[in-house]
């Protein structure tokens, strides 16, 4: 099932699974502004990453002498979510632990995902509460949402993204989809960084000390296409896949394990840790 809303100046639609992004049209231009999940290229358009961004070493960890395995950004993204609230400027969707998730992630919680329309801005929060009265909850959470750069995949080099705080940029290395410690300079010019399939060839730019709240991207006259902002995230993601003319901006609380982890979710660096009761909320909005 798909739900839709709109406003005078955009219109969304969210699948049930998931509560997943498929569609984000600017009604002034007609242009649809999300990728399409073209399959021959990456299948999804906007899932969100929970209880784990990333992926675990040996797609396992630890938790009170127990091992359990979770895929490769959690479980989230595969469920179907509950429509909650259904209002004229927003959509809210619920998922909470079941007798299925709490075989692989033993902890009592409910996310949201809330959409809202604000003017020329979609607005996308989350939050994370801990149902339980006495034990702690972990989780990371990512957001992973895939927009269109150009009206075709060629175009995609005469583009380029502005970091609103950043005059450089440190991505740490993967290998094997694990994080290391070595890491690679990433070349800004006037806080501009030239698109290029090339920067994703190792993988996802996986930045972890970036200083920029917004980022815009902008097309080959310097022009704005989409500005891209985010608190209470506090690490961030680039991706794509060669020749798709798509671009991933991932704001994230949480990453994947560094390949030397002892594999101990409470000691997994990036981890969220909430108190009994108690609520996290983290959101990203792209405006035109």
Same mark, same amino acid.
């Not at 992973?144 to 927009?147: L, Q, R, V």
């Given at each position: ?10 219109? +969304?639609a969210i ?12 009604? $002034? ?13 990456? $299948?999804k358009? *906007? ?25 490769? !950004? ?5 469920? !179907?979510?509950?429509a909650?609230e259904?209002?004229d *400027?927003?959509? +809210?969707? *619920? ?24 003017d020329?801005? =979609? ?17 990371? =959470?990512?957001a992973?949402?895939?927009?269109k750069?150009?009206? +075709?995949? $060629? ?7 502005h ?11 993967? &290998?094997?989809?694990? =994080? ?14 030239p698109l290029?399939? &090339? =920067? ?14 917004? +980022?815009?991207?902008l097309?080959?006259?310097?022009? *704005? ?7 209470n ?27 030397t ?5 409470e ?22």
């Open positions: 099932m798909t739900y839709h809303l709109e406003n005078q100046h955009l219109k +969304i699948a049930l699974k998931g509560a997943e992004l498929k569609s984000l049209v600017n009604k $002034a231009t007609q242009q649809e502004i999300v990728w399409q999940g073209n399959p021959d290229f990456w $299948a358009s *906007s899932p969100v990453l929970f209880p784990i961004v990333g992926t675990l070493k040996n797609g396992m960890y630890g938790y009170e002498a127990k091992e359990y395995q979770l895929p490769r !950004h959690g479980f989230a993204r595969d469920y !179907h979510f509950v909650e259904l209002t *400027s927003q959509l +809210i969707f *619920s998922l909470e632990a079941t007798e299925e998730t709490l075989k692989v992630y033993p902890f009592l919680f409910k996310l949201q995902i809330i959409y809202t329309l604000k020329h801005c =979609l607005e996308v929060a989350y939050t994370v509460k801990n149902v339980s009265a006495t034990d702690l909850l972990y989780f990371s =959470l990512g992973h949402p895939a927009f750069v150009g009206e +075709i995949a $060629a175009a995609f080099n005469n583009y380029s993204l970091f609103n705080k950043d005059t450089e940029l440190k991505a740490n290395n993967l &290998k094997d989809g694990l =994080l290391t410690t070595a890491k690679q300079n990433v070349v800004l010019k006037d806080q501009k960084l290029d399939y &090339k =920067l994703f060839e190792n993988d996802a730019l996986v930045l972890l000390n970036m200083k920029s709240d917004k +980022i815009t991207l097309n080959e006259d310097d022009a *704005s296409v989409l500005e891209f902002s985010f608190a995230f506090p690490y961030f993601g680039l991706w794509t896949v060669k020749d798709s003319g798509f671009l991933c901006l991932e704001p994230w609380a949480g990453f994947s394990d560094f390949e982890h002892n594999q101990q979710l000691n997994k660096a990036g981890i969220n840790i909430l108190q009994p009761k108690e609520t996290w909320s983290a959101w990203w909005s792209v405006c035109f």
